[in-house]
């Protein structure tokens, strides 16, 4: 525990107290503590894409938690046909872009092609 918490930067006790439960940890010390301990943090990719977002997070909080049930429900449908009507946006661009062939000919066919 020692070593670790010296890998880590932080203080043995508060080592402890993480390990005890008695205290929160937070994502910064977290990750020094997985990479103390050679670990790869499994969602951490997924707590930095989100942490990127907090604001909007925090404004969209804001905005829900005085709907009623009824208007929760209606902005849910909205932004459920929203996200799928973009990825439907997403696949038809896909699907939209020019596709080139691939060129069978051999240069021996070409070149008599164009000597005749």
């Not at 008695?22 to 103390?36: D, F, V, W």
């Not at 930095?48 to 709907?67: A, D, Q, S, T, W």
């Amino acid at each position: 525990q020692e070593e670790l918490a010296e890998l880590a930067g932080i203080s043995q006790s508060h080592l402890s107290k993480f390990e005890a439960g008695s205290r929160n940890i937070g994502m910064k010390t977290y990750t020094r503590i997985l990479e103390a301990l050679g670990a790869v943090p499994v969602l951490l990719s997924e707590v930095e894409r989100i942490e990127r977002h907090v604001e909007l997070l925090e404004r969209f909080i804001c905005l829900i938690k005085e709907c009623s049930e009824v208007e929760l429900r209606f902005f849910m449908d909205m932004l459920e046909s929203m996200k799928d009507n973009i990825n439907k946006l997403k696949s038809d661009e896909e699907k939209k872009k020019v596709r080139f062939p691939r060129n069978t000919c051999s240069n021996d066919k070409l070149s008599r092609e164009w000597a005749s």
